[in-house]
C-alpha cells in the first residue's frame, strides 16, 4: 500500500483506538459521576490529540517557534483549565485567557510593524471567547454526550478533508484524527447514554481554532469554509425545546436533530472543494 | 635609479592584470546567479527546484582564506519547481511556511582551504526557525574582468542537508528526507 495512506491510517488509527479503550475504561467505570467523567474524558482526548500530533509532524518542537508547533501545549493547558474550570475556576476569566493565548499565538510576532496584527488579535479573541462560553453553557447543557461530540466529530472529520484540499496534508491529518477520536467518543457515550462534559467541548474549540486559522493563514484554506465548520456544531440547537434540556441519545430523532449541523458541514465541503485551487501532487 | 625601479614595478602591475587584492568584498550579483535543490520522490525520481531572489556578499582574503567569509540570503516564498500548485504547498505549513518564516540563511563561521579550487565552508544555516551548522563544498569557478569592467568572482557551492533537521517533516520519506542544495554565485567586487 501507497506509504503516504499507511502512514495516514496510522496517524488516525492509533490515536482513535487508544481512546476508544480508554474512554470505555473511564465511561464505565465513572458513569454515575459526571464530573469526574468530564474531567477524564477531556484529558483522555488532549491526551489523543498530542499523540496524533505527534504522529503527523514527527515529534514535539521546544521550544515551539511556530503556530502550529503550539497545537499539543494547548491541548495540555486548555484540558488542564477545562479540569480545574470543572472543579471551581471561573469559566468567564479563564476562558478570556484562553482566547487571547490563543490568538496571540498566531499574530503577537506580527504586532511590532503592522497595526492590523491588534485588530486580528482582538478579533479573534472575541470570537474564541463567545464560542467558548456559547459551546460549554448552551451546547453542553442542552445535549446528549453522543450528540455533542457528534457533531464535533463532523466538523472536524471535514476539517480534515477540506485542509487537505487548502495544501496542507499534515494539518488535514491531524483534523481528521482529531474527527476519528471524536467519533470515537460519540459511539461510547451513546452505548453508555452519558453526557462527556465541559472539558471535551473545550480541548476541541482551542485546537480546531488553531487547526483553522493555519489553514486560512499559512496554507489555501478559504476562510468561508473555516466559517461553515466552525459554526456547523452550533446548529444542534436548532429546533431544540428549551424547557426540555438533556434529550436522550436514544431517541430516534438523534439523527434528525443532526441535520442542521450535517447541512453546513455539507456545505463547508462543497465550499472548499469550489474554493480551492486543486491540490498538486508533490 | 628610484624612477627606473618604480617604473618596473608599475610595469609588473600593469601586466598582473585585475588580481583579488588582500581581502576584498563581493557582493552577489543574482542575475548570474543560482540556487537550486533536489529531493527525491518516492524513491523513483528527483525533483528540482530554485529559489528565484536571493542576496549575499563574500569576502575573500587570498593571504589567509581562514578569514573569508559568506553571508546568503534566500526569500522561501521565491521557490519555483516549476509546478505552481506544488510552489503553493512547499510555501505552505508543511513545508517552508513562508508566512511565518519569509528568509533561509547561512553565515560562514570558518573556511578551510582543501587546494587551490577547493575549499570547505562551514557555517550556520537557518531555515524554518531552525538553526543548525552545515558545511558546503566550494568549488573556485574563476575571476576577472566582467563585461562593464567590474571585477567578478565566481563559485559554486553544494551541500546536502537533512530537512527533518530543520522541522520539515512532512511526507517524509514519501518525499526524501535528504535534500541537495547547489548555490551557483557570482560575485561583483565592492
Given at each position: 500500500?501507497?506509504?503516504?495512506?499507511?502512514?495516514?491510517?496510522?496517524?488516525?488509527?492509533?490515536?482513535s483506538?487508544?481512546v476508544l479503550?480508554a474512554s470505555a475504561?473511564w465511561f464505565?467505570?465513572?458513569?454515575?459521576?459526571?464530573?469526574?467523567?468530564?474531567?477524564?474524558i477531556g484529558?483522555i482526548f488532549?491526551?489523543g490529540?498530542?499523540?496524533?500530533?505527534?504522529?503527523?509532524?514527527?515529534?514535539?518542537?521546544?521550544?515551539?517557534?511556530?503556530?502550529?508547533?503550539?497545537?499539543?501545549?494547548?491541548?495540555?493547558?486548555?484540558?488542564?483549565?477545562?479540569?480545574?474550570?470543572?472543579?471551581?475556576?471561573?469559566?468567564?476569566?479563564?476562558?478570556?485567557?484562553?482566547?487571547?493565548?490563543?490568538?496571540?499565538?498566531?499574530?503577537?510576532?506580527?504586532?511590532?510593524?503592522?497595526?492590523?496584527?491588534?485588530?486580528?488579535?482582538?478579533?479573534?479573541?472575541?470570537?474564541?471567547?463567545?464560542?467558548?462560553?456559547?459551546?460549554?453553557?448552551?451546547?453542553?447543557?442542552?445535549?446528549?454526550g453522543a450528540?455533542l461530540s457528534l457533531?464535533l466529530a463532523?466538523?472536524a472529520?471535514?476539517?480534515?478533508?477540506?485542509?487537505?484540499?487548502?495544501?496542507?496534508?499534515?494539518?488535514?491529518?491531524?483534523?481528521?484524527?482529531i474527527g476519528a477520536i471524536l467519533g470515537v467518543i460519540a459511539v461510547l457515550a451513546f452505548f453508555f447514554?452519558v453526557t462527556v462534559g465541559?472539558?471535551l467541548p473545550?480541548v476541541y474549540?482551542?485546537?480546531?481554532?488553531?487547526?483553522?486559522?493555519?489553514?486560512?493563514?499559512?496554507?489555501?484554506?478559504?476562510?468561508?469554509?473555516?466559517?461553515?465548520?466552525?459554526?456547523?456544531?452550533?446548529?444542534?440547537?436548532?429546533?431544540?425545546?428549551?424547557?426540555?434540556?438533556?434529550?436522550?441519545?436514544?431517541?430516534?430523532?438523534?439523527?434528525?436533530?443532526?441535520?442542521?449541523?450535517?447541512?453546513?458541514?455539507?456545505?463547508?465541503?462543497?465550499?472548499?472543494?469550489?474554493?480551492?485551487?486543486?491540490?498538486?501532487?508533490? | 635609479?628610484?624612477?627606473?625601479?618604480?617604473?618596473?614595478?608599475?610595469?609588473?602591475?600593469?601586466?598582473?592584470?585585475?588580481?583579488?587584492?588582500?581581502?576584498?568584498?563581493?557582493?552577489?550579483?543574482?542575475?548570474?546567479?543560482?540556487?537550486?535543490?533536489?529531493?527525491?520522490?518516492?524513491?523513483?525520481?528527483?525533483?528540482?527546484?530554485?529559489?528565484?531572489?536571493?542576496?549575499?556578499?563574500?569576502?575573500?582574503?587570498?593571504?589567509?582564506?581562514?578569514?573569508?567569509?559568506?553571508?546568503?540570503?534566500?526569500?522561501?516564498?521565491?521557490?519555483?519547481?516549476?509546478?505552481?500548485?506544488?510552489?503553493?504547498?512547499?510555501?505552505?505549513?508543511?513545508?517552508?511556511?513562508?508566512?511565518?518564516?519569509?528568509?533561509?540563511?547561512?553565515?560562514?563561521?570558518?573556511?578551510?582551504?582543501?587546494?587551490?579550487?577547493?575549499?570547505?565552508?562551514?557555517?550556520?544555516?537557518?531555515?524554518?526557525?531552525?538553526?543548525?551548522?552545515?558545511?558546503?563544498?566550494?568549488?573556485?569557478?574563476?575571476?576577472?574582468?566582467?563585461?562593464?569592467?567590474?571585477?567578478?568572482?565566481?563559485?559554486?557551492?553544494?551541500?546536502?542537508?537533512?530537512?527533518?533537521?530543520?522541522?520539515?517533516?512532512?511526507?517524509?520519506?514519501?518525499?526524501?528526507?535528504?535534500?541537495?542544495?547547489?548555490?551557483?554565485?557570482?560575485?561583483?567586487?565592492?
Amino acid at each position: 500500500m501507497n506509504q503516504l495512506v499507511v502512514q495516514s491510517l496510522q496517524g488516525v488509527g492509533l490515536p482513535s483506538l487508544a481512546v476508544l479503550i480508554a474512554s470505555a475504561v473511564w465511561f464505565a467505570v465513572f458513569r454515575k459521576h459526571p464530573r469526574v467523567r468530564a474531567i477524564g474524558i477531556g484529558l483522555i482526548f488532549a491526551g489523543g490529540i498530542i499523540w496524533a500530533y505527534l504522529l503527523a509532524f514527527g515529534g514535539l518542537a521546544f521550544p515551539p517557534r511556530e503556530s502550529g508547533q503550539w497545537i499539543p501545549y494547548l491541548a495540555g493547558v486548555v484540558a488542564l483549565v477545562g479540569c480545574l474550570q470543572a472543579i471551581r475556576l471561573g469559566r468567564r476569566v479563564s476562558n478570556l485567557v484562553l482566547s487571547l493565548g490563543t490568538a496571540l499565538i498566531f499574530f503577537c510576532s506580527q504586532i511590532s510593524g503592522n497595526p492590523l496584527a491588534l485588530v486580528w488579535i482582538i478579533g479573534v479573541t472575541i470570537a474564541l471567547f463567545l464560542s467558548a462560553i456559547l459551546l460549554q453553557q448552551l451546547i453542553e447543557d442542552r445535549c446528549s454526550g453522543a450528540e455533542l461530540s457528534l457533531s464535533l466529530a463532523l466538523s472536524a472529520g471535514a476539517g480534515g478533508i477540506v485542509i487537505f484540499l487548502g495544501g496542507s496534508a499534515v494539518l488535514g491529518q491531524l483534523s481528521g484524527s482529531i474527527g476519528a477520536i471524536l467519533g470515537v467518543i460519540a459511539v461510547l457515550a451513546f452505548f453508555f447514554n452519558v453526557t462527556v462534559g465541559a472539558v471535551l467541548p473545550l480541548v476541541y474549540l482551542f485546537i480546531f481554532a488553531c487547526l483553522l486559522l493555519s489553514g486560512c493563514l499559512f496554507a489555501q484554506l478559504p476562510w468561508l469554509t473555516a466559517v461553515l465548520l466552525w459554526i456547523a456544531p452550533w446548529g444542534l440547537v436548532i429546533g431544540q425545546r428549551v424547557d426540555h434540556p438533556q434529550i436522550s441519545s436514544r431517541t430516534k430523532d438523534l439523527l434528525i436533530r443532526m441535520l442542521s449541523v450535517i447541512a453546513l458541514v455539507a456545505i463547508a465541503i462543497g465550499s472548499a472543494f469550489l474554493l480551492t485551487p486543486p491540490s498538486s501532487e508533490l | 635609479m628610484k624612477k627606473h625601479y618604480l617604473s618596473i614595478l608599475l610595469s609588473i602591475l600593469a601586466f598582473a592584470g585585475p588580481t583579488v587584492a588582500h581581502a576584498d568584498s563581493f557582493k552577489i550579483d543574482p542575475f548570474h546567479s543560482t540556487v537550486i535543490f533536489k529531493v527525491g520522490h518516492f524513491g523513483v525520481g528527483n525533483v528540482y527546484g530554485r529559489f528565484d531572489t536571493f542576496s549575499g556578499t563574500f569576502t575573500l582574503d587570498q593571504n589567509d582564506p581562514s578569514k573569508d567569509a559568506v553571508n546568503v540570503e534566500i526569500k522561501t516564498d521565491s521557490v519555483d519547481t516549476n509546478a505552481p500548485k506544488r510552489d503553493t504547498d512547499i510555501k505552505g505549513p508543511d513545508f517552508l511556511n513562508t508566512a511565518q518564516f519569509s528568509t533561509a540563511t547561512f553565515k560562514s563561521t570558518s573556511v578551510k582551504k582543501i587546494d587551490d579550487k577547493t575549499y570547505e565552508v562551514t557555517g550556520d544555516f537557518t531555515l524554518r526557525g531552525v538553526t543548525k551548522p552545515l558545511t558546503l563544498n566550494v568549488q573556485a569557478i574563476g575571476s576577472g574582468p566582467g563585461p562593464k569592467g567590474e571585477f567578478r568572482s565566481g563559485w559554486e557551492a553544494t551541500t546536502t542537508l537533512k530537512r527533518s533537521d530543520f522541522e520539515v517533516k512532512a511526507l517524509v520519506p514519501a518525499v526524501s528526507d535528504e535534500v541537495s542544495l547547489r548555490i551557483a554565485a557570482e560575485g561583483i567586487k565592492q
